[in-house]
């Protein structure tokens, strides 16, 4: 026998077991009016559990007329409640044939026989009517949770549901459940039996329609927390203008779970009603971000999108230690500035220049290409802020160092080493900019250890074929001199000529 919760039931479940226990004993009147009694407890405790049952199924009813997606909910009450009756009519046939057997009912409703031992025995025992019980007992029971779609819930909701068969203990002589439960049993002590499965059934189905109506609470939000909130026109101001912003108290719920925040398309995480947004301020300038929030109504389940942009400005610390005479662009090449104006944003920062060209590459970065050597100027300006030049010297690029092969510069070379050589380099030594010097042309002359002197004009830096036959006759005690070398480096209008080269080929 199931062990219910409820104080009443306990004692009515209680009180069977004590006087099934003394009808071992004895069958005395005080006994059999004691089942009476206890038959009638079970019946009372019954209808008022039904009551209950139906006024949880009529508010099931009432939330599915307010909103149509809790129809489910009233259908599966209405399946719960008609499960319940299948079993409670087939317990009170079983009820109305006993009572039958046992001469029909007397003044109050009970069999004239109650102390008939055989009645139950062969109805229930012998006539197989027992087992039927059971099957039907415990098949009600997997209908019932069947109905809770979700199978953790429906596990959770099973050891509330009462509907259930206790199998005979392992010391009882009779190990067949109908034989335990029901041989030479007096009617009247089956019939409790039968009345408190009755009960079990609406107990069963209060949990059931306790869940479905839970399912169809509506959750509202309601505002629970305050917070101050100012929102500014601009998040930065120079000197002199004016700040502005809107000051409210904002109300939000702390407790709302139907919220979702996404940044730039990146989900937030919402706690407590709010959610935080960081970044990483990488680079400097005016950093523009887009908001949507969705709110789902907990009734009708529609989304509602909400969306806004906000911006900020991104600034820098920033010491300026400027080598006045070292203020120089150079012809030809891509010469990076950085430019910014304290209490001024990026975005606002004015800046022109005179004597180069000057592109604006994004976050305070500039590139200036000046197009001829001379002066220039940077002229920098913005709100608040008067127009600042800044004077620089336009240089043309240095002169390269000449070399053969890259690494040969004059002095005593092998003669494999020499002949291995493809041609004249210039390297710019130094020099921190991108940028590399064309050759144009140079004689080479070979003096051999005897005999008259070679002289060729060679075009371009690799060794053209009289060149190359040249160096290719390189030997011991020979002289190579490389002159006339002529060069143009970017930003160049003609060539320049480098300094010669001497070698002593070993």
Not at 213 to 236: C, G, H, Q, R
Not at 338 to 354: D, L
Request: aromatic residues 6%; hydrophobic residues 40%.
């Amino acid at each position: 026998m199931s062990i219910p919760k409820e104080p009443r039931q306990l004692m009515i479940n209680l009180m069977y077991l004590v006087l099934t226990a003394m009808l071992a004993l004895n069958v005395s009147a005080e006994i059999l009016n004691a089942f009476i009694t206890l038959d009638r407890g079970l019946q009372e405790s019954s209808q008022i559990v039904q009551l209950s049952n139906d006024q949880l199924s009529m508010a099931i009813a009432q939330q599915a007329d307010a909103y149509s997606q809790f129809e489910p909910y009233r259908e599966k009450s209405a399946e719960v409640v008609s499960i319940g009756r299948s079993l409670e009519d087939y317990l009170k046939n079983i009820r109305d044939t006993l009572i039958m057997a046992a001469g029909g009912p007397d003044d109050h409703g009970m069999p004239i026989h109650k102390k008939n031992k055989e009645i139950a025995t062969r109805l229930l025992v012998d006539g197989g009517k027992g087992d039927e019980l059971k099957a039907r007992i415990l098949d009600v029971r997997e209908q019932l949770l069947a109905t809770v779609e979700d199978p953790a819930e429906r596990e959770a909701l099973a050891s509330s549901v009462p509907l259930r068969i206790n199998e005979p203990p392992e010391d009882a002589k009779e190990k067949d459940w109908s034989t335990y439960t029901f041989r030479q049993m007096p009617v009247v002590s089956v019939l409790p039996l039968l009345t408190k499965w009755q009960n079990d059934v609406h107990m069963a189905q209060t949990v059931l329609l306790n869940h479905f109506l839970k399912k169809t609470e509506v959750n509202t939000i309601k505002p629970d927390a305050f917070i101050p909130v100012v929102s500014a026109e601009k998040s930065y101001v120079i000197r002199g203008e004016p700040f502005r912003s809107e000051v409210f108290l904002a109300a939000y719920s702390s407790t709302a779970d139907n919220i979702k925040m996404w940044v730039d398309g990146r989900p937030l995480e919402v706690r407590n009603g709010k959610a935080e947004f960081n970044a990483t301020s990488g680079s400097i300038g005016l950093k523009k971000h887009e908001m949507k929030v969705e709110l789902t109504d907990p009734v009708s389940g529609e989304v509602q999108s909400f969306t806004k942009s906000f911006s900020y400005e991104v600034g820098e610390r920033s010491v300026t230690v400027a080598a006045e005479k070292m203020n120089v662009l150079y012809v030809g090449v891509d010469n990076p500035l950085a430019i910014s104006a304290a209490g001024v944003p990026s975005g606002q920062i004015q800046v022109r220049a005179e004597g180069t060209e000057l592109k604006n590459v994004g976050n305070g970065k500039y590139v200036a290409r000046p197009a001829e050597a001379g002066n220039a100027r940077i002229i920098v300006s913005g709100p608040g802020l008067e127009p600042t030049a800044f004077p620089y010297r336009v240089r043309r690029i240095p002169d390269p160092v000449p070399t053969v092969g890259g690494t040969l510069r004059r002095g005593d070379v092998a003669a494999g080493t020499f002949r291995a050589q493809q041609g004249v380099i210039p390297i710019l030594e130094n020099f921190d900019f991108e940028a590399t010097c064309n050759v144009i042309s140079y004689e080479i002359a070979r003096v051999p250890r005897s005999g008259d002197a070679q002289v060729v004009e060679n075009q371009g830096a690799r060794f053209q074929s009289p060149a190359r036959r040249l160096v290719d006759q390189a030997d011991h005690g020979d002289t190579f001199y490389v002159d006339r070398i002529k060069v143009k480096c970017p930003g160049d209008r003609s060539s320049r000529e480098l300094g010669g080269l001497i070698f002593r080929i070993k």
